[in-house]
């Protein structure tokens, strides 16, 4: 929908209620700042969010002393304190008396207005703290009443200022209690887990220490693209190569068409029964410290961390909170890491049996992508990535059996061996702005012998491999 058109059906909706379009003009100005003008949770539930905005600003004016104080025609506005969008060139004129008088010089009374940037959400019973309206009324010649009712939650940057970019959280129910955990930009390492960083172990043939500048512009790839085959996993605009991903999306889609491997003590398995393989998978090698390359090498992709503009928000179909993105994302683009705590298998299962019974927010990812290599692993070397308690934004991303719009690579970063890896998520198509992302976690819905209990999936996609489909989901 064009611009121009959403605009004139903004004005529609509030000139039923005989709201002014030059008022209306300058809160919608806001709104549409705020929300890095995605338009979706503006027009949600008939222009909630613009309506009630308008209404609170008229509440706070009152507060002041302006009982039906007004937006001066010509002048610019600003939102309820509630929003708290900074916005520096905004300045305000109130005015006392009806919309129909006259107002003198003296009788205005003009601020400059600085908005903080930080709000508030819902607290732990439920109410809410940060909504647009509680009660409020229009100035008495419209006899229009804004009735109590709670408000939908912004948080404008849930990572904290630790992300390259803000990622904001938006719940247009305004009922909805955050769930309880860490934001973390990195993997952190929760007790007994091997994960043994040192330049010293990565040896000449693992790192380019003879390069310089950007390791793709060179005609000859260098040592770190051995991994994907003698040429990098991505192009020169960021995206992974189109050879690279295909063939990663065949062992997501097809895996009885690839290869398996099988422990003679499987430690998923060991208690009960045995190995049932795990796929040999593809690996991105990108380069590191001990590499000549700079930081904006184009083959440092996922260290440099999340630029893409994503939003948290409470899905409609039973899901959860779930992840957007803001911007069109063209195929091949990496979105973000999914980052958690490193535990052994071993420690998550004894996490998982002091736990309360309650269901899981997240479900935790085995970090299985080479345990074939060792005969027997050992207990502390069968890592898995747990973000129940910290994590990231992907701990958000919601399943989707089969056709999902992201897929999970393996990628090497500071340390030779694969016992520990990071997981990127990358696009496996072109992504429109507003639609949610999701991911196929690769769980066997059928396996009631597995030590992670499964969810009940309402994935909503025609190749669900879940038969029972519930109306609850689980997001990662």
């Given at each position: 929908m064009a611009k121009n058109e959403r605009v004139r059906k903004a004005f529609d909706a509030t000139r039923a209620l005989k709201l002014p379009d030059e008022e209306v003009k300058l809160v919608l100005k806001h709104l549409l700042k705020l929300f890095d003008n995605n338009w979706e949770p503006i027009e949600?539930?008939?222009?909630?969010?613009?309506?009630?905005?308008?209404?609170?600003?008229k509440e706070d004016k009152g507060k002041d002393g302006c009982e039906d104080a007004v937006v001066e025609h010509g002048e610019s506005g600003k939102l309820p304190k509630r929003l708290r969008l900074p916005d520096p060139e905004d300045q305000v004129s109130f005015r006392k008396g009806s919309t129909s008088q006259v107002s003198s010089p003296k009788e205005k009374k003009r601020r400059n207005v600085s908005l903080q940037q930080d709000v508030t959400f819902l607290n732990k019973n439920g109410s809410s703290s940060s909504g647009y309206s509680n009660s409020c009324k229009k100035p008495q010649q419209q006899h229009v009443t804004c009735e109590k009712k709670n408000s939908f939650q912004i948080i404008p940057d849930i990572t904290k200022g630790t992300e390259n970019v803000e990622i904001s959280l938006v719940d247009v129910t305004g009922k909805k209690e955050l769930p309880k955990f860490t934001y973390m930009r990195d993997n952190i390492i929760y007790q007994h887990a091997y994960v043994h960083i040192s330049l010293a172990r990565l040896a000449d043939e693992d790192c380019c220490s003879g390069c310089s500048g950007d390791c793709l512009s060179v005609p000859i790839p260098c040592a770190c693209a051995q991994e994907t085959g003698g040429e990098f996993a991505y192009t020169s605009e960021g995206q992974l190569r189109e050879e690279f991903l295909k063939a990663c999306m065949s062992m997501k889609l097809e895996p009885q068409e690839h290869h398996f491997v099988y422990c003679l003590d499987c430690p998923l398995e060991r208690s009960k029964r045995k190995c049932k393989g795990h796929m040999v998978r593809k690996f991105i090698k990108e380069c590191w410290r001990k590499c000549g390359c700079n930081m904006q090498c184009g083959n440092r992709v996922v260290q440099r961390g999340i630029t893409c503009k994503l939003q948290v928000f409470w899905t409609r179909e039973g899901k959860g909170w779930g992840v957007k993105t803001l911007r069109d994302l063209p195929k091949g683009t990496f979105v973000c890491?999914?980052?958690?705590?490193i535990l052994t298998n071993t420690e998550l299962f004894v996490r998982n049996s002091k736990g309360s019974g309650d269901e899981r927010h997240t479900y935790p990812v085995t970090l299985d992508a080479d345990?074939?290599?060792?005969?027997i692993l050992k207990d502390e070397e069968a890592l898995c990535l747990d973000a129940t308690l910290c994590g990231n934004v992907a701990r958000f991303i919601n399943h989707r059996c089969f056709d999902a719009s992201l897929i999970d690579i393996p990628v090497e970063v500071e340390t030779p061996d694969r016992h520990y890896y990071h997981?990127?998520?990358?696009?496996?198509?072109?992504?429109?702005?507003s639609e949610e992302l999701t991911w196929d976690y690769g769980i066997d819905f059928d396996d009631h012998e597995h030590p992670i209990k499964a969810f009940k999936c309402s994935c909503g996609s025609k190749f669900c491999r879940d038969q029972k489909r519930s109306s609850v989901q689980v997001s990662l």
């Open positions: 949600a539930e008939d222009y909630r969010a613009l309506i009630d905005a308008y209404f609170e600003l890491e999914y980052v958690g705590e345990w074939g290599s060792e005969k997981l990127a998520l990358f696009t496996t198509r072109d992504v429109k702005a």
